[in-house]
T-cell receptor, first 111, second 113 residues
Framework: EAQVTQNPRYLITVTGKKLTVTCSQNMNHEYMSWYRQDPGLGLRQIYYSMNVEVTDKGDVPEGYKVSRKEKRNFPLILESPSPNQTSLYFC??????????FGPGTRLTVL | GQQLNQSPQSMFIQEGEDVSMNCTSSSIFNTWLWYKQDPGEGPVLLIALYKAGELTSNGRLTAQFGITRKDSFLNISASIPSDVGIYFCAGSNYGGSQGNLIFGKGTKLSVKP
């Protein structure tokens, strides 16, 4: 089954404790992205990647890092999480010219 | 940066009614997408539009890519309770060096049986 998976689905952590949210897709898609969704603000892109070792900032990249060492994986790293990064995070992937497919979401709470 | 204005923000309709929502942009896109998000789930792609003027249907859903390339609309005919959710438009200039997608803030649809 074609899908985008994220882990963990839920995470509660404390300020400053580094964390990684993993994302994996099994569709051999070139493009992958990370979004955060906040009430009243909709979906905002954090980072995207057009292929292995090619990443670029989206609209709200501050406080986040990504890497794309393999085509199928695109982890999101928060080196020093802060409460304003409490949000619902979505990973997405697509092939060239097609619509994006989203993962199920990761709900992150930073205390 | 580019922004999308999606309207209405919310709709509360009776089952069986038709629904219309739209998105406008201050700049042009070469791709428009419409998504639906159910509570606790990720957005699911409903319709993708790749050409100005294109009109595409998916069951009871119809979407159009405006000829100015700055707008798009989504219609849902004969709404049913499972249409409830948040609908997002998204625009992109796929191809070239850009891979990013700009989203509207969503239209929350409620359907009264």
């Amino acid at each position: 089954e074609a899908q985008v998976t994220q882990n963990p689905r839920y995470l509660i952590t404390v300020t400053g404790k580094k964390l990684t949210v993993t994302c994996s897709q099994n569709m051999n898609h070139e493009y992958m992205s990370w979004y955060r969704q906040d009430p009243g603000l909709g979906l905002r892109q954090i980072y995207y990647s057009m292929n292995v070792e090619v990443t670029d900032k989206g609209d709200v990249p501050e406080g986040y890092k990504v890497s794309r060492k393999e085509k199928r994986n695109f982890p999101l790293i928060l080196e020093s999480p802060s409460p304003n990064q409490t949000s619902l995070y979505f990973c997405a992937s697509r092939s060239r010219g097609l619509g994006q497919y989203f993962g199920p979401g990761t709900r992150l709470t930073v205390l | 940066g580019q922004q999308l204005n999606q309207s209405p923000q919310s709709m509360f309709i009776q089952e069986g009614e038709d629904v219309s929502m739209n998105c406008t942009s201050s700049s042009i896109f070469n791709t428009w997408l419409w998504y639906k998000q159910d509570p606790g789930e990720g957005p699911v792609l409903l319709i993708a539009l790749y050409k100005a003027g294109e009109l595409t249907s998916n069951g009871r859903l119809t979407a159009q890519f405006g000829i100015t390339r700055k707008d798009s609309f989504l219609n849902i005919s004969a709404s049913i309770p499972s249409d409830v959710g948040i609908y997002f438009c998204a625009g992109s200039n796929y191809g070239g060096s850009q891979g990013n997608l700009i989203f509207g803030k969503g239209t929350k649809l409620s359907v009264k049986p």
